[in-house]
T-cell receptor, first 114, second 110 residues
Framework: DTGVSQDPRHKITKRGQNVTFRCDPISEHNRLYWYRQTLGQGPEFLTYFQNEAQLEKSRLLSDRFSAERPKGSFSTLEIQRTEQGDSAMYLC????????????FGPGTRLTVT | GQSLEQPSEVTAVEGAIVQINCTYQTSGFYGLSWYQQHDGGAPTFLSYNALDGLEETGRFSSFLSRSDSYGYLLLQELQMKDSASYFCAVGDNYGQNFVFGPGTRLSVLP
């Protein structure tokens, strides 16, 4: 257990539905990342927060994806109008400081879109 | 943009030494990191190199050559529990855009 928690751990939804995932980072960490990982691939960067500010968002991320980090604590990732291609593991990671090479990952939320 | 290359699979026996290479192309560079991921688990941090040279942490060592855009992870005295996927990752712009490689699946045989 790294101290980063994610909820839910598993989500099955029908195509076209909206889903929201939550990430609670390590409390003193000011940076929070969302990644997506499919089987046999490395984690793919989605977006990044420093405190409550969303500073970077992958150009590959469609407008159906949105993330928030109110008050610089927990974060939510919402996917609207889900598609089968959204099926993946969604990982959250947190880190501290300007040299945040050491990221702590949560257990992930596995999304299955049917 | 950034891209990283790693071998897809490596196999070794218990007690052996294995080296996993990583080459990268990046518009900026802010260090090379290595992560381990067991099946069904989350990535866990192993090591980080910001400067050229070798960093040693127990049985694991990591090397970086910035002029060659190349690094490697060295695992010594392999144990069965080391069977996992290993990812190199690079960050630019002070680590904000942090990109993982495709991963190397290590299988340790008895």
């Amino acid at each position: 257990d790294t101290g980063v928690s994610q909820d839910p751990r598993h989500k099955i939804t029908k195509r076209g539905q909206n889903v929201t995932f939550r990430c609670d980072p390590i409390s003193e960490h000011n940076r929070l990342y969302w990644y997506r990982q499919t089987l046999g691939q490395g984690p793919e960067f989605l977006t990044y927060f420093q405190n409550e500010a969303q500073l970077e968002k992958s150009r590959l991320l469609s407008d159906r994806f949105s993330a928030e980090r109110p008050k610089g604590s927990f974060s939510t990732l919402e996917i609207q109008r889900t598609e089968q291609g959204d099926s993946a593991m969604y990982l959250c990671a947190s880190s501290w400081g300007t040299s945040d090479n050491e990221k702590y990952f949560g257990p992930g939320t596995r999304l299955t879109v049917t | 943009g950034q891209s990283l290359e790693q071998p897809s699979e490596v196999t070794a026996v218990e007690g052996a030494i294995v080296q996993i290479n990583c080459t990268y192309q990046t518009s900026g560079f802010y260090g090379l990191s290595w992560y381990q991921q067991h099946d069904g688990g989350a990535p866990t941090f192993l090591s980080y190199n910001a400067l050229d040279g070798l960093e040693e942490t127990g049985r694991f060592s990591s090397f970086l050559s910035r002029s060659d855009s190349y690094g490697y992870l060295l695992l010594q005295e392999l144990q069965m529990k080391d069977s996992a996927s290993y990812f190199c990752a690079v960050g630019d712009n002070y680590g904000q855009n942090f990109v993982f490689g495709p991963g190397t699946r290590l299988s340790v045989l008895p």
